[in-house]
């Protein structure tokens, strides 16, 4: 039989179902990756997201290679591009893994009809996720809205029925389905349309290997605290892995929990914290899956949220100013700029951000939303839209009233000394620590000691976050009074 593997969200070898069933089951093979000419020409994604998927693929096709296969590629529109592959190489069956996002899903089911139209099978997998929307649900059947009560029937469920790992196929059986493909040049960044950026976190399936095993040797025993500090690498950075499926969910799971079953000086409550964060990437996709309107919209039916602050120019030169990391807020700034310079921004500090933006500058949670997915080199639908609109208080926070962060108290409580603020505001280097988080109440003859006058090398706050805070409070009581 022969069997064309389309790679999607899973750009590796090991612990991959459909890669693994295609080896098992047939006797030639052709793997394919398709760079989707329409999403990348609507600019959904950055140039990060796309070096770090090149850098991917690179290993991919290094890896395959080594087992006598060649990874085919193309630019092209998906569903005709899939059609005509299996026509012109005599498929008998497709595999794909599931992707769960609305527009893949819509995709993924023409192809499938098109494919049995000319009587080729298809076989899709489960593997973006350790469980699907529909195997984690409440009692009567109906999907999670709140995180808490998702986990625990989460955790329900894999000790009912833990999903196994799957080692990397051995190849044995399989060769490339002739005709080879012409091997064509490997595509750039700039043959998809993007500039190239240096890459921060390593591509490929061996660097998320070797990322987890850093992680749970070390920073995973102080997670609960250490998470929470962007100066340091306390945090797993396995994202961008997760986004494009160099690991797997289960095989992170998997490993977290062998290192508890050998004991030792092993805190379970900081390897548990870091397992609940693998569980509400599920339970994003879940509300994904089961809320398909939260892609053009708020989760919440009545959001009830204030007026936007300003529109027209004064909208967007407050706009401008975040997404540059000129807003005269010493942490929402670093962490703009760690995002504009690195793709990736620190978990504690997205939040900061994205509060500032909804609720001190009131502006729509869906630019902030836009513009992430344009940096990020995790950016992830389910993952960004859920969490900005949990920020926005549009989502599924089951906190009541108004969950709106402080810049200053965060900068203080997180980045005391202001290493990570120094480190990407580099206007700041000299400030005392004193002055750190609200360098705007520095004395002048203070300001000319650290060399940054404020106003003219670093700029004053845009708004007054006191002052904000009251109004979005205000008028949020006000939009949902009846
Ligand atoms: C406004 C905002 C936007 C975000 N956008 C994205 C996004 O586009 N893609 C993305 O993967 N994450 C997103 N996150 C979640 C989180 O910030 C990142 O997953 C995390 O910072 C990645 O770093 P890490 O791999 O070191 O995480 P770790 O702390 O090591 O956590 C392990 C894994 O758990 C998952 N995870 C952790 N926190 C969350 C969370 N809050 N929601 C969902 N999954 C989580 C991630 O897959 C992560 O890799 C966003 C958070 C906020 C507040």
């Known amino acids: 039989m022969k069997g064309l593997v389309w790679f999607r969200r899973d750009l590796r070898l090991h612990d991959n179902p459909a890669l693994s069933a295609a080896c098992t089951e047939c006797q030639e093979i052709v793997p394919l990756f398709v760079f989707d000419e329409p999403l990348l020409r609507s600019h959904v994604f950055g140039p990060a997201c ?11 096709r290094r890896s395959l290679a080594g087992h006598g296969l060649t990874l085919a590629w193309r630019i092209g529109e998906p569903i005709e591009t899939v059609i005509q592959m299996a026509t012109e190489r005599g498929i008998d069956t497709v595999y794909w893994n599931r992707d769960y996002e609305p527009a893949a899903l819509e995709r993924d089911r023409t192809v499938q009809q098109r494919l049995a139209q000319q009587g080729r099978t298809v076989r899709t997998f489960k593997d973006h996720v350790v469980f699907e929307a529909d195997e984690v649900r409440g ?11 998702y986990r625990d029937r989460w955790w329900v469920k894999w000790r009912a029925a833990t999903p196994p790992m799957l080692a990397v196929p051995t190849f044995e059986a399989v060769k ?4 080879a493909p012409a091997v064509a040049p490997w595509p750039s960044a700039a043959d998809l349309g993007y ?3 240096p890459m921060w976190i390593e591509p490929g399936e061996q660097a998320a290997h070797a990322r987890l095993q850093w992680f749970l040797r070390g920073p995973v025993h102080e997670y609960v605290s250490g998470r929470n500090l962007p100066a340091i690498d306390g945090t797993s950075k396995l994202s961008p892995h997760l986004r494009f499926g160099t690991i797997s969910a289960r ?22 914290t870091w397992m609940d964060e693998l569980v509400w990437r599920e ?3 879940q509300v994904l899956t089961a809320f398909p309107r939260v892609v053009e919209g708020p989760f919440k039916t009545k959001p009830g949220l204030p007026a936007p602050r300003a529109s027209g120019p004064e ?3 407050l706009f401008a100013a975040w997404c540059q990391g000129r807003t005269g807020y010493p942490i929402v700034d670093a962490g703009m700029r760690q995002l504009n310079q690195t793709g990736w921004m620190h978990n504690r500090v997205r939040m900061v951000v994205a509060s500032f933006l909804v609720k001190d500058l009131r502006i729509d949670w869906q630019s ?5 997915m344009q940096q990020l080199v995790d950016g992830d639908l389910a993952a960004n839209n859920g969490n900005w609109q949990w920020c926005a208080s549009t989502g599924t926070d089951a906190m009541q009233g108004y969950r709106i962060f402080n810049p200053r108290i965060q900068s203080e409580k997180f980045d005391g000394e202001g290493e990570y603020i120094r480190r990407y505001v580099l206007e700041l280097t000299g400030v005392p620590v004193k002055w750190i988080h609200e360098p705007h109440l520095m004395p002048q003859d203070e300001q000319d000691r650290a060399g940054c006058r404020i106003g003219s090398e670093y700029p004053a706050p845009i708004v007054d976050h006191r002052q904000a805070r009251q109004e979005y409070v205000d008028l949020g009581k006000k939009s949902v009074a009846p």
């Open 50 to 60: 796309v070096g770090f998927m090149l850098g991917c693929l690179e290993e991919l």
């Open 315 to 317: 909208r967007d030169r």
């Open 283 to 285: 339970f994003f996709q």
């Open 251 to 272: 095989t992170a799971i998997h490993a977290a929990l062998n290192i508890l079953s050998k004991g030792g000086r092993v805190s379970r409550a900081d390897v548990f």
């Open 176 to 179: 490339s389905a002739a005709p």
């Open 195 to 197: 500039d190239s950026v």
């Open 368 to 372: 902030g939303e836009r513009y992430f």
């Open 139 to 149: 009692l009567t059947g109906e999907p999670f809205q709140r995180y808490s009560a």
